[in-house]
């Protein structure tokens, strides 16, 4: 079993509190053999009828950077800096490409998927260039979008989250929401 990361459950408790999502799953996973996709994070919404879908990849590393390693294969993310940024780029795009595969699949029936990529903190140039190709060349393919939240519209989703903490005492069953909780009404005495 795969542990589930803090940056996982923060956007999972964003999903459940502020986005009202019913369902939220963590590190969920394709059930046929041989695939090794991962979706870090499942959001489902029903309102009215109406069912909305969130997929949500998730990168919580504070210096910048997404992911170390060389690209797999030349793509349009070649353009972009240095192969460590190349290969962010072609892994981020790649789990997209397996999350629209996994969630138009499995709720085929949903009227709203969203995809959304979050992380703290992005290096300004080749990795926020490439996330915004990113964005227009998972839109061009499959003609859903990827929302960036990502540095400062991350920060603003993580302060939505710690006001809500400081105005309920409700239980929502997410950690990350509790953790904020307890930090919000702290008292000193």
């Known amino acids: 079993m795969i542990q589930t990361q803090i940056g996982e459950l923060i956007v999972g408790a964003y999903l459940r509190v502020i986005n009202d999502c019913e369902l939220v799953s963590y590190n969920q996973r394709s059930k046929e053999a041989g695939r090794q996709m991962e979706l870090d994070v499942l959001g489902v919404k029903s309102t009215n009828g109406k069912q909305t879908v969130y997929a949500c990849e998730v990168v919580t590393h504070i210096r910048g950077g997404l992911y170390s390693g060389t690209p797999d294969e030349e793509g349009w993310w070649s353009k972009y800096g240095n192969p460590s940024y190349q290969h962010s780029l072609e892994r981020i795009f790649h789990k997209f490409e397996e999350d629209y595969d996994l969630v138009t699949g499995v709720f085929d029936d949903a009227e709203e998927y969203k995809f959304q990529f979050w992380s703290p903190y992005v290096s300004e140039g080749h990795l926020t260039e490439g996330l915004e190709e ?32 400081s105005e309920t005492k409700k239980g929502f069953d997410e950690p990350a929401f509790r953790f904020f909780q307890i930090l919000e009404h702290m008292r000193e005495e």
Request: hydrophobic share 30%; charged share 40%; glycine share 4%.
């Open 134 to 165: 990113l964005t227009q060349q998972f839109e061009s393919d499959y003609d859903e979008s990827v929302e960036l939240i990502i540095n400062g519209e991350y920060t603003k989703r993580v302060n939505e989250l710690r006001d809500r903490a």
